[in-house]
C-alpha cells in the first residue's frame, strides 16, 4: 500500500513503521481499526499517518473486499456548533483511516432522514454513523434489516454500536457546582425525561435540596434557530416560572446564552442574581459576553472512538455484539455562573 505526499514521495507503510517505531504489521492494525494495539503506538501511528500524508490504497483493497471507503454521517442539525465540532472530528480520524465521508444533514426530519440513508445505501458505503432523529426511526430499522455496520452518536442504543457522553454525570456536575455556590432554587430548562437533568435532580436531592426547590421548565429544541429559541427564552423568563431561581442550567449552550440574555433583559445580574450553566462548551459559550460555564464533552474521543468502532465492525462484517462506549464530561466554569472577581 502506498501513497503520495505533498512532495510527491511515495510513503510506504513501512515508513510510517519506521517513524512510529513499531512493526509493519502493527501499522496495518491501526489502519484496519483492530483494537490490540496499545494506545501509545495508535497514537504513534495515526500521528506519522497524518505528518506523512499516507493513505492506504484504497483502490486495491476495494476490489480485494468488495468495500468503497466511503462512510455516511447523518447528523440532525450541522448549523449547531457542537454538531459541526463532532462532524470535524470524525472527518479527521476517518481520513486517518484512509476513508471518504458523504455528510447529511436532516434537519431533525424523519423523512429527510429515511431518503438521505436510503441514498447512503444506493452508493454502497461501508458503513454509517449517525445522529438518529429518534430512537426508533425508520432509518434506524433501514440499516439494521440491510446490515450496515452502523454507529450512533451522541446517543445510547440498545441495537446499535454507540458512542456518547455520560449526561447523568453531567447532570450531577452541574448541580454540585450550583449548590457549592449558595444557590439553593435551581432550574433546569429542557426535557423532564433528559439524563441531564436526572442527574441534576439526582445530585441536588442528595446535596440536601428540598424537591420542590428543582424545577423542571420543559423546553424543546430542534433547530439552531437563534431567533426562535431567545423569544422562547424572553417568554420563559417574563412569566412567574423563573420567579425565586438562583441557578439554571441548560439543555446546551445555545439555550444557556439565550437565558443569560432574557435574564439582562428583565433586569437581572449575571452571575450576581442568578448563575446559568450550559451544555456542550461550544466555542459560542467562550466568546460571549458573559462568558458562559459548560459542560465540555470530548470531542476528539468521540471521533476516534467511533472510528475505531466502526472500522472494526466493516472489518468483522457478522460480528452481532452492540459496543456501548460512555465517554465522561467535565465542567468548565466561567463567568456566568462564579461569582468570584
Given at each position: ?16 513503521a ?24 495508535r497514537?504513534?501511528?495515526q ?29 440532525t ?80 442504543h440498545?441495537?446499535f454500536d ?11 456536575q ?58 422562547q ?5 417574563q ?5 425565586g ?66 472500522t ?30
Amino acid at each position: 500500500m502506498k501513497a503520495l505526499s505533498e512532495g510527491k514521495e511515495m510513503v510506504k507503510l513501512t515508513d510510517i513503521a519506521k517513524k512510529a517505531e513499531v512493526s509493519p504489521s502493527t501499522v496495518s492494525r491501526v489502519l484496519n481499526g483492530n483494537t490490540v494495539v496499545s494506545e501509545e503506538k495508535r497514537r504513534a501511528v495515526q500521528y506519522w499517518v497524518a505528518k506523512l500524508g499516507y493513505k492506504p490504497n484504497n483502490v486495491a483493497q476495494s476490489l480485494a473486499g468488495r468495500r468503497s471507503f466511503l462512510l455516511g454521517l447523518v447528523m440532525t442539525d450541522v448549523s449547531n456548533p457542537f454538531f459541526s465540532e463532532i462532524a470535524k472530528s470524525v472527518l479527521h480520524h476517518a481520513y486517518l483511516q484512509g476513508y471518504s465521508v458523504v455528510l447529511c444533514n436532516t434537519d431533525t426530519n424523519q423523512d429527510i432522514e429515511r431518503q438521505q440513508v436510503s441514498s447512503l445505501l444506493q452508493r454502497q458505503i461501508d458503513g454509517v454513523i449517525i445522529v438518529p432523529t429518534s430512537p426508533d426511526a425508520p432509518a434506524l430499522k433501514s440499516l439494521l434489516s440491510n446490515h450496515i455496520p452502523s454507529v450512533v452518536i451522541t446517543q445510547k442504543h440498545d441495537q446499535f454500536d454507540s458512542v456518547s457522553v455520560d449526561h447523568f454525570l453531567g447532570g450531577e456536575q452541574v448541580a454540585s457546582h450550583l449548590i457549592s455556590s449558595a444557590n439553593t432554587h435551581l432550574a433546569y430548562i429542557g426535557s423532564p425525561l433528559d439524563e441531564k437533568f436526572l442527574g441534576f435532580k439526582h445530585r441536588a436531592l442528595q446535596m440536601g435540596i428540598a424537591e420542590n426547590c428543582i424545577k423542571c421548565i420543559d423546553f424543546t429544541y430542534t433547530h439552531f434557530n437563534r431567533e426562535r429559541i431567545d423569544e422562547q427564552m424572553k417568554e420563559i423568563f417574563q412569566s412567574s416560572v423563573i420567579e425565586g431561581v438562583q441557578g439554571i442550567f441548560a439543555l446546551n449552550d445555545l439555550v444557556a446564552i439565550a437565558a443569560v440574555n432574557a435574564a439582562v433583559e428583565i433586569g437581572l445580574r449575571v452571575p450576581e442574581d442568578i448563575s446559568i450553566v450550559g451544555f456542550d462548551n461550544t466555542y459560542l459559550s467562550m466568546m460571549h459576553r458573559p462568558s458562559i460555564s459548560s459542560v465540555a464533552q470530548p470531542i476528539e474521543e468521540f471521533g476516534s472512538r467511533t472510528i475505531e468502532i466502526l472500522t472494526r465492525k466493516i472489518m468483522a462484517l457478522g460480528d452481532k455484539t452492540v459496543e456501548m462506549v460512555r465517554l465522561q464530561s467535565r465542567i468548565i466554569v466561567r463567568r456566568s455562573s462564579s461569582r468570584e472577581g
